[in-house]
């Protein structure tokens, strides 16, 4: 947490209030928690940013992209608690970074918040960008694979496919709770292993990371209940009224209405499934 549809949001949140503005300050709020990571230092980013322009705000995978004029992008990475902010943080002792903006249009200010301090934030050049894109470290962005890609990518891995899929070499922006939803909605075995999936089911599991992640985005993701993740206006999400399987053990599952639905540990996380829908001698045919 936050996964792909959450830094969505964010991103979505903060686009037109820094989109064609010119920077007029970056700065690290005092805090006296443990400082977020930053690369190169704070100095170094100032002086390569200040007085550009913002082109554009995105997103690759779980992290927001910050395209200034010079080709630079600064990449934040929010991992467990981070937040973009417009204004009225959850509390003050943890904002982080304050980005002030030249002329009156308002908002004057976008804030980075984050309880736990686990975020990172680098500066690339845009051939760095681009080099690091191109190197592998993370896969293709969730929303953009197809199921042929899917197949490729997972087919002669003996790995547990919902194991797999938090990897974000294999598929980049899915996390631990959607990928209990995804599999969930495609009625795949969490403990599968990938070679052994038949092709409708990777069919199956690539039209619904789809599905779910873009239900997700459109219900501003998921506020869990210790309610860290807001959106840009400090709002929860919506997408935790929408969960299946998620954080539901005990539950009865919502498709079947028979079956309850079960928690497992893989790679020490929680998965949750229904041993009903997610049956696992439903393989063949
Ligand atoms: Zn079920």
Known sequence: MPELPEVETMVRGVREAMTGRTLKSLEMVPCDCKPIQ?????KTIQKRLTRTKIL????????????HSTGER????????????????????????????????????VWFWDRRGLATCRLYSETDWRKWRESGTIGPDALEVDAEEWRERIKLS?????????????????GNLYASEILHVSQVHPETRCRQLTRQQIERIAENTQHVLREAIRYEGSTLSDGTYRNALNKSGGYQ??????????????????ATIQRIVQAQRSTFFCPCCQSKRRRKR
């Open 241 to 258: 009224n929408q969960h299946r399987v998620y954080a539901r053990e005990g539950e009865a599952c919502p498709t079947c209405e028979q």
């Open 158 to 174: 003996r790995r547990a496919v919902k194991v797999a899929m938090l990897d974000q070499k294999t598929v980049a922006g899915i």
């Open 38 to 42: 930053l690369s190169p230092t704070l």
């Open 56 to 67: 554009a705000v995105e997103r690759f995978a779980k992290r927001i992209v910050i395209v």
């Open 74 to 109: 600064l990449v934040i990475e929010p991992r467990m608690t981070g937040l973009m902010l417009l204004n009225d943080p959850p509390d003050p002792d943890h904002l982080r970074l304050k980005w002030t903006f030249t002329g009156r249009k308002q908002p004057q200010n």
